[in-house]
């Protein structure tokens, strides 16, 4: 082997390890937005007029601040449940997914759909089982499809943006 195969050799092992640490600092960020809503969460909230409790809406369609506090629950309720639930640990998944917007809109409907079915008092015994199949499986086929939101990212460099 050559001066030059040993270069290019070692500048694979730094491009991997590049993305390693990249990786890392994508899912710090998740870190970061989980623990600034549970802060807020801790914050007294200023008292308010009595009002009935409205109907959740999308993610798309809330003012910037309560986008922000809707996405960071979303990062937590994707981060604590659906990944160990639902996805496991090595499988394919963009470890920065909230950078994909796409992603976003997809995973809030599948809470959406997920708070509303998997309560049988008001979706009936059947509710879960119908947000497994008609929710939960289209959904996590989408993301990880080689033409959807994470279909750049599932290679060993992991996130890639520019898509989705």
Not at 68 to 91: C, H, K, M, Q, T
Not at 142 to 163: A, E
Request: aromatic share 8%; charged share 20%; with cysteine.
């Amino acid at each position: 082997m050559t001066y030059t195969d040993d270069r290019v050799t070692a500048d694979s092992g730094l491009t991997d390890r590049v993305a390693l640490l990249q990786n890392a600092m994508h899912k710090l960020g998740a870190d970061v937005i989980r623990l600034q809503t549970q802060l807020s969460d801790l914050a007294p909230a200023p008292p308010k007029a009595e009002e009935a409790p409205s109907a959740q809406r999308f993610i798309f369609n809330l003012p910037r601040e309560e986008y922000r506090g809707e996405l960071a629950a979303l990062v937590g309720w994707v981060n604590d449940f659906l990944l160990p639930v639902y996805i496991g640990s090595g499988a394919e998944w963009c470890p920065s997914w909230w950078e994909h917007h796409e992603a976003v809109g997809r995973l809030h409907a599948l809470r959406l759909s997920y708070v509303e079915l998997t309560d049988t008092a008001t979706a009936g015994t059947s509710g879960p089982g119908l947000w497994h199949r008609d929710h939960l499986d289209p959904a996590l086929d989408r993301l990880r499809s080689v033409t959807g939101p994470f279909g750049r990212c599932l290679g060993p460099g992991g996130h890639r943006g520019g898509r989705g």
